[in-house]
């Protein structure tokens, strides 16, 4: 038993030493011993492992530290009192105030911290340390009462950190470096697990693209090579090396010839990873095709065109014609090689074509387009559409390649066209004549006849008598109109559109003016006009004048007798972008069956109706002129409301 603890024990009892005592001390120092060796292999562990422990009361503020912690931070164990604050100053300055944070997090909250941090020795220098705390909650009160935790020493392993970051640097600029893309796949999940940054010069894509899609080496190969890599699928199942030679499409359309080394990893007989370098060898294998580029060309030629073609020399003698040379002219290959092309043009053509042929000589990849006629042989001539490449300077040519083709029937049809075109134009011209006439010939009579009627009913008193005359006179004015429809028309669909400043005072002033005398039926009709001007609008005065004048004379034409207040409103709101003209009165209306057909060309509501059935036809068509639109909002009984936007030109 320790004799010491045995007389503290004695000394503190005094007279109340149990008669059992002994029994007790010896309870209690084997308990201490038990103690003393737990701690001391507790303190060798610590010291083994580099690893300090502390422990910290948070109510009374009181700190102990393991002898480990002593030595990581530089002092011999237990020379002096542990305090928060002396562990503080050992702390490199710039990461005190972070682990203060912590700290105070950890014991506010109960959360731990897991944290990296730097102190300064007694001599200076300077070491990286690992620190971990827990807490202990009160279960009564929920607060954190105790936290302990553990500092380790971690400078040598982030010293080797550093090294093996800098030796991996060292390689990785070396593997970014190499003209070979090297590449390691995981076939179990298909997931590229390398991809070196030549990637983008082997084939075309960056490694980001690989990452996203581990199939894009794959996926790049022409599908006439696809096989080759499918065929050597055998040989890295069963752990053989291969060899691949391919060809890809770059993401700008150019094959490459590509090489790559595969080498398969097994486990328990299954392909786990494949690693290997792919380089581009598209120089070496261009220069093993070389002499099959001639056959090759002359190939491609023959069965992929069906139009005539020719290689012809320097001197412009044809040299290879294709089958197809037959079918369009009637000479066969055999009898124009070693002839002059230019002997088989039209004399009127054989200028052009030369001319043609000695520009295209100045440029080698240099392409001519020419129409001609050219010989048959029958004699005939036909129109061919000629294309000319100068492909002089490829060493499979070595000449310039003619492809023409026969185009006698377009030609034909454009000069059926142009003498159409021509009818046209002169119809057009008897056109205008005729509405010339229109308005002069036509009118004139009328305006004569109203003339002539004005006078008849100032003289004329019988009532039976007026009322014809009455009737003679709607009539006429019924003709007048239905012919300044014809001209409005007319000018809608003849004239292009000009540019003008639009006054939409004047102009609606001008069109109220003119239909003021419309009937006296009408008089009573009450016409609110509402201009907002605020931008400067552009468009064909002339158009908007006849939209207007058909909008506005329909209102007042069509009010309703049995209306108490009549009206007729025009509100126009001009903007940079456009005008929007809206006419709305409250007049008869129109029936939802009607609305959709009142802009066909002649459609009448009824047998009734007072107009000719243009009006609104001829504004529709000039709203479409003007690139505009119309709408109508409208309900039998209660009036419409025609609404247009026309932009601002």
């Known amino acids: 038993m320790n004799t010491l603890l045995q007389l503290q024990i004695e000394q503190y009892l005094g007279d109340h030493i149990p008669e059992n005592l002994s029994a007790f001390l010896e309870v209690i120092s084997d308990s201490y011993d038990r103690y003393e060796k737990e701690r001391s292999l507790f303190e060798a562990s610590q010291q083994v492992a580099h690893i300090g422990s502390w422990e910290l009361d948070i109510i009374n503020n009181h700190?102990?530290?393991?002898?480990?912690?002593?030595?990581?931070?530089?002092?011999?164990?237990?020379?002096?009192?542990?305090?928060?604050?002396?562990?503080?100053?050992?702390?490199?300055?710039?990461?005190?105030?972070?682990?203060?944070?912590?700290?105070?997090?950890?014991?506010?909250?109960?959360?731990?911290?897991?944290?990296?941090?730097?102190?300064?020795?007694?001599?200076?220098?300077?070491?990286?340390?690992?620190?971990?705390?827990?807490?202990?909650?009160?279960?009564?009160?929920?607060?954190?009462?105790?936290?302990?935790?553990?500092?380790?020493?971690?400078?040598?392993?982030?010293?080797?950190?550093?090294?093996?970051?800098?030796?991996?640097?060292?390689?990785?600029?070396?593997?970014?470096?190499?003209?070979?893309?090297?590449?390691?796949?995981?076939?179990?999940?298909?997931?590229?697990?390398?991809?070196?940054?030549?990637?983008?010069?082997?084939?075309?894509?960056?490694?980001?693209?690989?990452?996203?899609?581990?199939?894009?080496?794959?996926?790049?190969?022409?599908?006439?090579?696809?096989?080759?890599?499918?065929?050597?699928?055998?040989?890295?199942?069963?752990?053989?090396?291969?060899?691949?030679?391919?060809?890809?499409?770059?993401?700008?359309?150019?094959i490459r010839w590509l090489e790559s080394k595969l080498t398969p990893t097994l486990k328990d007989g299954i392909l786990m990873r494949i690693d290997g370098a792919t380089s581009d060898i598209t120089k070496r294998k261009e220069a093993e095709i070389a002499l099959r580029d001639s056959e090759y060309r002359f190939r491609c030629i023959i069965q992929h065109s069906s139009?005539?073609?020719?290689?012809?020399?320097?001197?412009?003698?044809?040299?290879?014609?294709?089958?197809?040379?037959?079918?369009?002219?009637?000479?066969?290959?055999?009898?124009?090689?070693?002839?002059?092309?230019?002997?088989?043009?039209?004399?009127?053509?054989?200028?052009?074509?030369?001319?043609?042929?000695?520009?295209?000589?100045?440029?080698?990849?240099?392409t001519e387009t020419i129409n001609y006629k050219r010989l048959k042989k029958d004699g005939s001539y036909i129109w061919c559409e000629g294309v000319m490449t100068n492909l002089m300077h490829e060493p499979a040519v070595q000449g310039t390649i003619v492809n023409f083709r026969d185009?006698?029937?377009?030609?034909?049809?454009?000069?059926?066209?142009r003498a159409t075109n021509e009818d046209l134009k002169k119809s057009n011209m008897e056109l205008d004549r005729f509405v010339y006439s229109v308005s002069h010939d036509l009118r004139a009579p009328l305006s004569s006849m109203l003339g002539v009627l004005q006078l008849i009913q100032s003289d004329v008193t019988d009532p039976s008598i007026l009322s014809d005359l009455d009737l003679l006179e709607g009539s006429i004015k019924k003709l007048d109109g239905f012919i300044l429809d014809i001209l409005d028309y007319s000018k809608n669909s003849r004239l292009d559109i000009k540019r003008d400043i639009i006054i939409f005072d004047t102009i609606v002033a001008d069109v109220l003016s003119h239909l003021k005398y419309m009937g006296a039926g009408n008089a009573n009709i009450d016409i609110k006009v509402n201009i907002n001007e605020g931008f400067i609008f552009y468009s064909d005065k002339s158009r908007i004048y006849i939209i207007l004048n058909n909008l506005i004379s329909n209102a007042i034409r069509y009010s309703n007798p049995d209306a108490t207040h009549p009206f007729v409103e025009i509100n126009i709101q001009t903007s940079a972008s456009g005008v929007i003209i809206a006419v709305k009165d409250n007049g008869i209306g129109i029936s939802e069956n009607n609305q959709s057909k009142i802009f066909d060309i002649f459609y009448r509501v009824s047998g009734n109706s007072i107009g000719s059935g243009l009006g609104l036809y001829i504004v529709k068509e000039t709203v479409t002129k003007l690139h505009g639109n119309i709408k109508l909002i409208s309900d039998p009984g209660e009036g419409s409301e025609f609404i247009i936007y026309i932009p601002n030109s």
């Not at 070491?127 to 909650?137: A, C, G, H, N, P």
Request: with cysteine.
């Open 407 to 417: 185009i006698t029937e377009r030609m034909d049809y454009l000069d059926a066209l």
């Open 307 to 366: 139009d005539a073609m020719f290689i012809l020399n320097k001197k412009g003698e044809i040299i290879f014609s294709s089958d197809s040379l037959f079918r369009i002219t009637g000479y066969t290959p055999e009898e124009v090689i070693g002839n002059k092309d230019i002997q088989f043009i039209h004399p009127d053509y054989k200028n052009i074509v030369q001319n043609a042929w000695n520009e295209l000589l100045k440029d080698t990849g240099k």
């Open 63 to 254: 700190l102990t530290w393991s002898d480990e912690t002593y030595r990581i931070l530089g002092y011999a164990p237990q020379s002096f009192p542990a305090t928060p604050e002396f562990f503080f100053n050992c702390l490199d300055p710039d990461d005190v105030e972070a682990m203060r944070l912590k700290v105070e997090l950890a014991i506010n909250s109960g959360i731990p911290y897991d944290t990296e941090h730097r102190i300064i020795l007694p001599d200076g220098t300077k070491k990286i340390i690992q620190s971990r705390s827990e807490v202990l909650i009160d279960r009564t009160t929920s607060k954190p009462y105790r936290m302990f935790g553990t500092i380790k020493d971690i400078t040598s392993r982030k010293k080797a950190d550093e090294q093996l970051v800098n030796a991996n640097n060292e390689l990785r600029t070396l593997f970014e470096n190499m003209q070979e893309a090297f590449f390691s796949v995981d076939m179990q999940t298909m997931k590229q697990l390398q991809m070196s940054p030549a990637c983008e010069k082997v084939y075309g894509y960056p490694m980001e693209a690989f990452q996203q899609n581990p199939n894009l080496w794959f996926d790049l190969i022409i599908d006439e090579d696809k096989q080759a890599i499918e065929a050597v699928t055998t040989d890295l199942h069963a752990g053989r090396s291969s060899i691949l030679i391919y060809r890809t499409r770059d993401k700008n359309g150019d």
